[in-house]
DNA sequence: CCATGTTTTGTTACACGTAACATTATCATA
DNA sequence: TATGATAATGTTACGTGTAACAAAACATGG
């Protein structure tokens, strides 16, 4: 038997057994079902764990088991609203489960996220979800090779690794650009940021409505990350590039509100002289004056069912559909 | 020797090895530094690793060396932007540095904050970034039993347990009374939500200005999440009660903007019948119309700093200053 | 070609909790 | 009281990477 540790470090289950003059494994028992152990020393281990501090280490486990209960969650960004939401979801499903969520992210960057998915999978995580739908090779292999349930989530469309939960943007963006156009709008300018797959699909649904309706597109593009501020600059550009402009289109509401409020500023009357439309339909989008036209998505509940998904796989059950497309949702607001 | 595993089982550094001919040990040499392993050989390891798509198990290390290279970053919600934007600077710092950040957030309960911080500890983590001044004994207990570095943020003004990094909530509030009562504001009600140690520290500051000015305090409280919708409510609340009310100070930007966007609504004119004003300064508040009167705070900053002087302490150094007080700044907009 | 030093590779043990098996204590019943 | 059954506790081994030590392979100089 060990004498109690005299470093201070944090006390193991053998610090605990040793205060109680038992056996590592009693304690062990104890913490995974009291019933198993007498009733004299569940009182005592009871107090030692107390008395120690005891705190649990997951480490031989996931070593053992190879299971951590955690699962990784990956996104291109942490501050956009959008994945925000999304977390929401996932936590409200993985957290009474019992699961811990390891958040990661990326900024966009295919490099970076080859090392976050290695990191992710280095600290053994249950499963994972992540977002995008293209992946490098490496990223494809590695998941592979790990053996563990991964859920795409944001798009529905392009094949999934194992399973995908999401919108089809390029018809979500169609949908919209075909309601401006029904509204009388003609000359329609696109803002896209951040030119990641989800706005590269939705550029291609603006421009199918504008074509399948003669009109001719314009998208004023940027790879830099979306802001109110920018969609301020990307108003003044579309005036200077096409001054007739009479609808604008943004990939996210922070577009959209940005050259809203540069509107506003500039006398420009919305949704009289110029439409405006966003992508996402966030709390603001639902509260401002005017009530923005929006693409309502179903955020929370993509993150919901990926972790429900995730769970159930985890449990042993197959993929139960490979692409699940969820509903978006038109919302007319004011501003249109 | 042990024969390859047949289990389709992520590959081990025994699997690697195996497929080379020589031990793990030499394989693990490679991983950290290939000089110490013969030309030949190096590109034979490099090889087999590509070939089984190795990824490194963190378990062992979290076992025998106490080592995860993970930080535990504790907040009390993750859909406020106040904290993605303090997790941005956090990653900013750790990312980096090789740190893997292990975010949980516990919706401003205190009995999750425990088992959260008991999860988090659970998988080793390195270092504890956490939220809030008032914590549980438990809680307290756990953090000193850890014996890992601890940062609280947020607030500059209870006693840290070990090092905090914040503002002062309460000087920033009572600034921004001040400064609406000079612009001759009186009857001033404050906007409250989401009653945690920060809240009720702004409404102390309020109140003391009010005091101060022999001006009579009105809150409006809720425990709730603040949103627009809510900014709104608490508007109508709030001329109900004070029909003569001619300032709103917020808890928040949100509900400023919500206040806002209300009396947009309603007709009522800000700055010239209503002054308001929110609270962090947040991207829209300096981009909307009219822009925002708020306390701008130094929210990303101070994760960053909060992560530095973590790894600091990470690399052995001692805390040197116990509280961390970051300024605020009076921003006038043009609500008020 | 030997002795010595250096480089390269191998061996052993360890971190911690728990499954699986082994042992001891306790109790009821013949 | 002896016996078998059951309850309570103990022992051993395992998972994976690496530090510490050991051994082997190779190089150098006399």
Redesign the pocket.
Known sequence: ??IS?TKN?????????DLV?????????F??NP???????QTKIADALEDLG????????I????KSHAIGVLLPSLTNQVFAEVIRGIESILEPAGYQTMLAHYGYSKEAEESRIATLLSYGVDGLIISESYHTERVRKMLSVAGIPVIEIMDSVSPPIEQAIGIDNQAAAYAMTQFMIQRGRQKIVYFAARMDQRTLFKIKGYEAAMHDNGLAPLCLKTNSASSFTLGAKFLKDALQQQPDTDGIFCTNDDLAIGALYACQKAGIKVPEDIGIAGFHGHDISRAMVPLLATVITPREEMGRLAAEHLLSRLQGNPVSQRIIDLPFQIEAGESI
């Open positions: 038997m060990k540790n470090k944090r006390p193991t289950l053998q610090d605990v057994a003059g038992v056996t590592k494994m009693t304690v062990s028992r913490l995974r019933e198993q152990v007498s009733v004299p020393l005891y705190i649990p280490n997951r480490a031989p486990d070593l053992s088991k190879s």
